[in-house]
Structures are given as structure tokens and as C-alpha cells.
């Protein structure tokens, strides 16, 4: 292994760039050359290579988004598009590719490996719904800036004695909702994985007004529905003025906690170390606080779920 390449794609995380960081260092540590491929598999495809030397990431650890921009591409999910990204790699005498995105991008990196091509995968991405891994990249700093915004709505919560709506981004997960939640004390959290009953939300709620609380707090998963809606259900309901707040892209921006960055470097470390021992196929995941190699094929066998307990705990809490 003499030269590899390194890319990000899908939806774009913080940290993304704490983990080119560490794939660039780590590369030339063992003596490789490190290429930097622009906007995901869509520069794969168009041939937009960059060598990337150890300045070229200096000042990056701490800034949201990606240096090396992020793409989706409908070319690249055909063979032919599948085809002419392992042929640019060839030409550029590249011998292993390290992808930085979800689940959509692994898909992708397989397919590379299938043609023959070593491809690895560090997951990157804000919505925490990676199975196999404990933690993705950019997930931590998603629920601190959810939970910035929520003590910002309680603040003026308090004041106006209302019920406040917060819908939260995480695709089909719930992650985002129930640490933001749990983090927060919201009255209730709703998310994909756990049936929600509208009348115990209006049940808790009436209970947390008889016992003098000034306001509440519900978080909706974006994978739940639509928050407006749940908050026109509620209002309906119980007659209780409700505010609905859509957090949407500032979820997805901001500079890294060190959770994330310290969790992007090693695995972004981690997956120049796959490469040069010749593994394939693999991804990058946090098991009990270890970095470790998972399969393709068994992470994508297993369906995330978030940690039920806490759910239930959650629940238990906010009484
Ligand atoms: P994420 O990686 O954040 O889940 P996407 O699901 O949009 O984001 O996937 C990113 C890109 O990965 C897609 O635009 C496409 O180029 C590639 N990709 C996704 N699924 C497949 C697939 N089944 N086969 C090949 N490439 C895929």
C-alpha cells in the first residue's frame, strides 16, 4: 500500500473534517501518500483527485462540515458509474479508498470493494442510525446544539406558560430526540422506535399542569412525522396554546465537540490502519469504548436501535 485516497459523502457531520484530519497524518506516519477526492463519489467519478500533504489539513480539527465537500450521486450507484470511479482510482495509482459518511455511502463502498477495489468506511453522520457502531460522527455535537436551542425555547417557555413543539432531525432514528430529550428533561420525547399514544402525552402534560409546572416540552423525531402536526393534534386536544419549532440544518453545522473530534481521529487513524493490513470491506465502528473493524455485510445484517432503557428512563424522569 503506497497510496491512498480519502472522501466524504452523503449528508455532511461535524467532525467529517477532525476525521480527514487524522486519515491524512496517519497515512503519512506510515509513509503514504494521501489523495483527497472532491465532492463524495461524484469526484470519484469526474477524476477530482488532490494529493494532500500534512498542511493541507492543518486548522481544520475544529471546523464543521467538510474541506473536501460532499455529494450524492445517482451515476455512481450504476456499474457503469461504479466502473469509471475504480478506473480514475487505478490510473492515479491509488491502492485503498477510506469513504467518511452514513449508511447510503457504505452501500457505495461496498460496491468498490465488489469490483475489487479495498475501500473502508468511518461513519460520519448526525443521525446516530449506523448499526454496529455505538457512536457515528457528529451525533454528540448534533444533540448539544439541539439542546443549546431547547434551553433557549424553555427560557422564553417559562415566561409565556406554553406547550413547545420541538421537532429534531435523525432521519428513521430517534438518537437525536431521546439524548436531547433525556439531556433536556423533556415532559415527553416521541421517536420511530417506540408507538406514541397521543392521549398519555395529553395525560402528562394535564398531570405537570396540576402540579404547577409553567410550561412543557416535547421533542418529535423527524421520523415520527411532522411536528406542526403534533402540535395542531395537541392544541386540538386539550385547547393549551402549543409553539411548534422545526430545528432543521443548524443540526447538521457547527464546530465539533471534543467527543467528535476526539472520536474522529481515531477512526479515522483506525481506518489507515485497515487499509495497510490488508482489510476490506470493513467499517470503522466504536464497540464499548474500543475502535474496532466490522464487516460490511454484518453491520449491514443488524438494525440500529437506540438504548431503550434510557427511553424508559427518560420517561420516568420527566414525571
Ligand atoms: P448517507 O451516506 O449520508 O446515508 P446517501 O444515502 O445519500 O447518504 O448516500 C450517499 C451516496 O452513496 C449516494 O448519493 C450514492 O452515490 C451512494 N450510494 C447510496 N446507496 C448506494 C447503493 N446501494 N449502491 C451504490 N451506491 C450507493
Redesign the pocket.
Known amino acids: 500500500m503506497n497510496r491512498i485516497a480519502v472522501l466524504t459523502?452523503?449528508?455532511d457531520a461535524p467532525g467529517m473534517n477532525a476525521a480527514i484530519r487524522a486519515v491524512v497524518r496517519k497515512g503519512h506516519h506510515h509513509g503514504l501518500e494521501v489523495i483527497g477526492v472532491r465532492r463524495?463519489?461524484t469526484g470519484l467519478i469526474q477524476g477530482d483527485f488532490t494529493p494532500m500533504d500534512l498542511g493541507s489539513v492543518g486548522d481544520i480539527i475544529h471546523r464543521g462540515g467538510t474541506v473536501l465537500y460532499s455529494?450524492?450521486?445517482?451515476l455512481?450507484?450504476t456499474p457503469e458509474g461504479?466502473a469509471r470511479a475504480v478506473e480514475n482510482l487505478k490510473n492515479e495509482g491509488i491502492d485503498g479508498l477510506v469513504v467518511i459518511?452514513?449508511?447510503?455511502?457504505?452501500?457505495?463502498a461496498q460496491?468498490l470493494t465488489q469490483q475489487g477495489f479495498p475501500t473502508v468506511g468511518v461513519p460520519g453522520?448526525i443521525d446516530n442510525d449506523i448499526a454496529g457502531t455505538d457512536y457515528t460522527i457528529g451525533f454528540d455535537t448534533a444533540v448539544n446544539t439541539v439542546i443549546k436551542c431547547i434551553d433557549q425555547i424553555r427560557d422564553t417557555a417559562t415566561s409565556h406558560e406554553r406547550t413547545y413543539i420541538v421537532e429534531v432531525m435523525g432521519r428513521d432514528a430517534g438518537d437525536i430526540a431521546l439524548w436531547s430529550g433525556l439531556a433536556d428533561g423533556a415532559e415527553s420525547i416521541l421517536i420511530p422506535e417506540a408507538p406514541h399514544n397521543l392521549d398519555d402525552i395529553v395525560q402528562r402534560l394535564e398531570r405537570g399542569n396540576r402540579r404547577g409546572k409553567r410550561h412543557s416540552i416535547i421533542i418529535v423525531a423527524e421520523g415520527v412525522g411532522s411536528g406542526v402536526d403534533i402540535g395542531r393534534q395537541i392544541k386540538d386536544k386539550t385547547g393549551m396554546e402549543t409553539r411548534v419549532t422545526v430545528l432543521g440544518h443548524i443540526q447538521r453545522g457547527g464546530s465539533p465537540t471534543a467527543f467528535d473530534r476526539v472520536l474522529a481521529s481515531r477512526m479515522g487513524a483506525k481506518a489507515v490502519d485497515l487499509l495497510i493490513d490488508g482489510e476490506k470491506d470493513q467499517m470503522v465502528a466504536i464497540c464499548k469504548n474500543a475502535i474496532v473493524g466490522v464487516d460490511f455485510d454484518k453491520a449491514f445484517s443488524m438494525k440500529h436501535q437506540p438504548d431503550m432503557a434510557m427511553y424508559d428512563l427518560a420517561g420516568i424522569l420527566a414525571i
Do not use: E, H
Open positions: 459523502s452523503g449528508g463524495g463519489y455529494d450524492r450521486s445517482s455512481f450507484k461504479q459518511g452514513g449508511d447510503g455511502s457504505f452501500r457505495g460496491k453522520t
